[in-house]
């Protein structure tokens, strides 16, 4: 476990530290599934001004983001007009794009494809000398409860089981650790919902599953043991506990977060209501306009923390 | 559970059958992450042809493989010369392409990828009434005491914790499955590995974790609370219990395939031997060449197979 010692001075220094002794002593780093190295690449020289890193799924949504992102603030992207340039070249694993302070990152699909990218990011971002730097999942999800289209900040996060904690196994042990979000940043976050929103913005708990179909109680996947009633009783109950939404990777974002001492926030659209069935039926052109939703919220966000600094110089 | 009866009355039908008896009321099944529907697609016309499906992690990889084996068995892809057409379209989550009999699908990374495609694709050659599918995964994996390059054929799939089981939460409750590996099936397709070949192939157990780095013993990800010592040992000791092979999907793979009455094999070439370092730093062209290998194994499989059938008409 970390120390306090530990912790107090990670606080202290504002640049993104990472926790393992052993990095210290290697003197090459190669972000393997990056694709970039911290000796033959000039990290600090070409990502040293991140400040903001937003992670979602898909390429393509990170690409469409970074050109959003980049209108928003009044900065260049790397890469042609119209085309961000895929920062992670040969490897066709993960996808980064740079705007100016930010970077956009896809994940791919639940915690261990996350778990690699966020990884290999937090060194990017320790080796480039980063300093203060926030990250965000803005993404997909099933909702409860809530209209289709509503965006739901994350206050709390639990597992299938309603816990608070992402389970793992290290060296054939097994490892717990707790999923902390930082309530205040979710707080700030949520300010940058507007009532003149075409959408409902909510804090609320998320519960992150490992499986779409079985793990999430469709009853609709290759496999099913249960039947409907079994879904709703369970829908039901974590929907009394406070769960809003259902997704695949916002455990294992907070903890790595937390871990990292990075301040972290997930913002995810809902799809559907699962009360009313287990299908994303949603047509091509309403599923393109509302997952731009979280990310509308998160660029508000940024645009003023971004213009802040500019500021301050 | 599935009972004695169902699974007789499976192998009695050649046909692949989803277990879920729910399926057989919804009457619109919309297979969301490919694409594709039951409904609006005729899958029986577009896929009743397939026999064979091989997945691995990346679109690029299987997009090449796709046409491999096309030139093989000497049957066209779909799509432009040079260019196979991914039949998901719209979304890139996944990449599915189709060279005859074979259909070629990326999975991403990790268990939660694959378990979401290997799902839709049970669903898909379900609907198609396929008949006697075999499903692959032919990827890419960390090993322990072979040189890099060698093909291990999984024989035995393990977790984290050295158990073949498959864990989960469904419904709040904790769920264990068997990762029930078909040994005569790795035989089989071992038997198509040639002394002549310019790699090792092996018959092996692997490990499958649910993190490149901590869950794998790695000392160089972003955090790390063990040491060179312990890795080494717990190393030496998963090797000790045949241990071959370290990656992210086999357990999930085994398991699907075995609930879903499906043929299923894994191979996977090794980027590096693990006792010797925790860095894949094999150069570019080499990483090219050795990912293929495992295809050369499949593909050989799969041209005898399909040779064989063709002879049965």
Request: hydrophobic residues 35%; charged residues 25%; contains cysteine.
């Given at each position: 476990m970390d120390t306090t010692t530990d912790d107090n001075d990670i606080k202290q220094n504002r640049t993104v530290r990472v926790k393992n002794p052993h990095l210290l002593k290697n003197t090459v780093d190669h972000l393997y599934h990056i694709s970039l190295s911290n000796t033959s690449d000039d990290l600090e020289n070409r990502f040293g001004d991140v400040k903001f890193v937003c992670f979602g799924g898909t390429p393509s949504r990170m690409s469409k983001f970074t050109q959003f992102i980049s209108s928003e603030l009044g900065v260049k992207y790397y890469g042609d007009v119209g085309s961000p340039t895929n920062i992670t070249g040969s490897t066709d694993r993960y996808a980064i794009y740079k705007a100016g302070p930010v970077l956009a990152v896809s994940h791919g699909i639940g915690i261990p494809s996350l778990s690699i990218v966020l990884q290999e990011v937090v060194k990017l971002v320790h080796y480039a000398k980063c300093q203060d730097v926030e990250f965000f999942r803005i993404g997909t999800s099933g909702g409860l409860?809530?209209?289709?289209?509503t965006v739901v900040v994350t206050e709390k996060v639990v597992n299938g089981a309603l816990e608070p904690f992402h389970h793992s196994i290290v060296l054939g042990k097994s490892v717990k650790r707790p999923a902390v979000v930082d309530k205040e940043f979710a707080k700030e976050i949520y300010q940058f919902a507007d009532i003149s929103d075409k959408f409902q913005t909510v804090l609320g708990t998320t519960l992150c599953a490992d499986d779409f179909y079985e793990g999430q109680g469709?009853?609709?996947?290759?496999?099913?043991?249960?039947d409907h009633d079994d879904k709703l009783n369970w829908l039901k109950h974590v929907h009394s506990q406070g769960v809003c939404n259902i997704e695949m990777e916002s455990l294992g974002f907070i903890t790595m977060c937390h871990r990292a001492n990075v301040k972290g926030a997930v913002l995810c659209v809902t799809l559907l209501d699962r009360f009313k069935g287990d299908m994303v039926t949603m047509d091509h052109k309403f599923l393109t306009a509302v997952q731009k939703y979280p990310q509308i919220i998160v660029a508000r966000y940024i645009k003023n923390a971004y213009h802040l600094l500019l500021k301050k110089g």
């Amino acid at each position: 476990m970390d120390t306090t010692t530990d912790d107090n001075d990670i606080k202290q220094n504002r640049t993104v530290r990472v926790k393992n002794p052993h990095l210290l002593k290697n003197t090459v780093d190669h972000l393997y599934h990056i694709s970039l190295s911290n000796t033959s690449d000039d990290l600090e020289n070409r990502f040293g001004d991140v400040k903001f890193v937003c992670f979602g799924g898909t390429p393509s949504r990170m690409s469409k983001f970074t050109q959003f992102i980049s209108s928003e603030l009044g900065v260049k992207y790397y890469g042609d007009v119209g085309s961000p340039t895929n920062i992670t070249g040969s490897t066709d694993r993960y996808a980064i794009y740079k705007a100016g302070p930010v970077l956009a990152v896809s994940h791919g699909i639940g915690i261990p494809s996350l778990s690699i990218v966020l990884q290999e990011v937090v060194k990017l971002v320790h080796y480039a000398k980063c300093q203060d730097v926030e990250f965000f999942r803005i993404g997909t999800s099933g909702g409860l409860g809530v209209e289709p289209g509503t965006v739901v900040v994350t206050e709390k996060v639990v597992n299938g089981a309603l816990e608070p904690f992402h389970h793992s196994i290290v060296l054939g042990k097994s490892v717990k650790r707790p999923a902390v979000v930082d309530k205040e940043f979710a707080k700030e976050i949520y300010q940058f919902a507007d009532i003149s929103d075409k959408f409902q913005t909510v804090l609320g708990t998320t519960l992150c599953a490992d499986d779409f179909y079985e793990g999430q109680g469709r009853i609709d996947g290759a496999f099913c043991e249960h039947d409907h009633d079994d879904k709703l009783n369970w829908l039901k109950h974590v929907h009394s506990q406070g769960v809003c939404n259902i997704e695949m990777e916002s455990l294992g974002f907070i903890t790595m977060c937390h871990r990292a001492n990075v301040k972290g926030a997930v913002l995810c659209v809902t799809l559907l209501d699962r009360f009313k069935g287990d299908m994303v039926t949603m047509d091509h052109k309403f599923l393109t306009a509302v997952q731009k939703y979280p990310q509308i919220i998160v660029a508000r966000y940024i645009k003023n923390a971004y213009h802040l600094l500019l500021k301050k110089g």
